[in-house]
């Protein structure tokens, strides 16, 4: 039986090595180095390069072309939570229990770390993957799920919705708070845990068939992974959590457990999570899948 909090962090810590190596302590600028090496390798769950790996790897792909992508994602990922703690933005001094990027380097420095880490995912792709074929699949699916047709646009939705924009007015005439929510959450979190599924799957050459399957588990659990993230900003302790909690209910922001209550939030989680596990259950990684679900959904920090 797979033991998945030790195959967790042996993988969070092949990542985190292969990552590091893009940012040596004499990089200049220094500060510049300094913050980005801060911003992305200060702790984190590294759900979304072990997703990648965890694919490429059970579909026989090669390192080669996996740690690219899946480094390229944690780069990302990184980027978009320096910006998130900007005072313009979320305005917190607290992530993963140590000082924010900004709040350690500067607001000028929070942008341009976030702005470099950004740049710097692409340059990763198409320099370092082995394979060149499938280099631009790699850069459209990761381009457009993290830009405009999802997490930037689910940030953007989500901004305008804290403040007091209407459903109406953010989507389309005679949208609902439900459909506003779903669609946040669809495109603020769940599109980069899609890219990380799909871009894992392009890694090792698979099947249109077998990306489709594996796209949708990504779906489901994006969903789920967000959900939980909701029900902990009502249940979680900030210890545990590693930042501030009780924030969204604060702020007026919309989540599913003040949309649908905790029970029913925590349901549809755990439907999504048996839904992803079936999806995949013919794929000869799936019991590493569905292990990894299973912690999506159960996590309590």
């Not at 799909?198 to 077998?210: F, S």
């Amino acid at each position: 039986m797979l033991d998945i909090e030790k195959y967790l962090k042996e993988t969070k810590k092949e990542i985190e090595e292969y990552m590091s190596s893009f940012f040596p302590p004499d990089m200049v600028p220094h500060p510049l180095g300094e913050a980005m090496r801060y911003a992305l390798l200060n702790g984190g769950k590294r759900v979304r390069a072990i997703l990648a790996i965890t694919i490429g790897r059970g579909l026989q792909g090669q390192d080669s072309n996996i740690l690219p992508f899946a480094a390229a994602l944690e780069m990302i990922h990184a980027y978009s939570l320096v910006h998130d703690d900007l005072p313009a933005m979320d305005n917190d001094d607290y992530r993963r229990g140590q000082l924010t990027t900004h709040k350690k380097f500067g607001e000028a420095m929070g942008i341009l770390t976030g702005d470099a880490l950004l740049t710097h995912a692409f340059w990763v792709i198409a320099g370092r993957t082995q394979e060149p074929t499938i280099i631009p699949d790699l850069v459209r699916i990761l381009a457009l799920d993290a830009g405009i047709e999802g997490m930037v646009a689910g940030q953007v939705a989500d901004v305008l919705a804290e403040r007091q924009k209407k459903a109406n007015e953010i989507l389309k005439p005679q949208s609902t708070d439900a459909e506003l929510l779903e669609y946040i959450h669809r495109n603020k979190t769940m599109a980069l845990i899609l890219a990380a599924c799909e871009g894992g799957a392009v890694t090792a050459l698979a099947t249109k068939e077998v990306r489709e399957q594996i796209a949708e588990y990504g779906r489901k659990i994006g969903l789920a992974f967000q959900i939980v993230d909701d029900v902990l900003d009502v249940e979680g302790t900030e210890q545990a959590m590693g930042k501030k909690v009780h924030k969204d209910s604060a702020l007026g922001k919309l989540t599913y457990p003040g949309l649908w209550g905790l029970e029913k939030s925590k349901a549809i989680a755990a439907q999504l999570l048996a839904e992803a596990c079936q999806i995949v259950a013919h794929l000869p990684c799936a019991e590493h899948l569905a292990a990894l679900a299973r912690f999506i959904v159960a996590r309590t920090y």
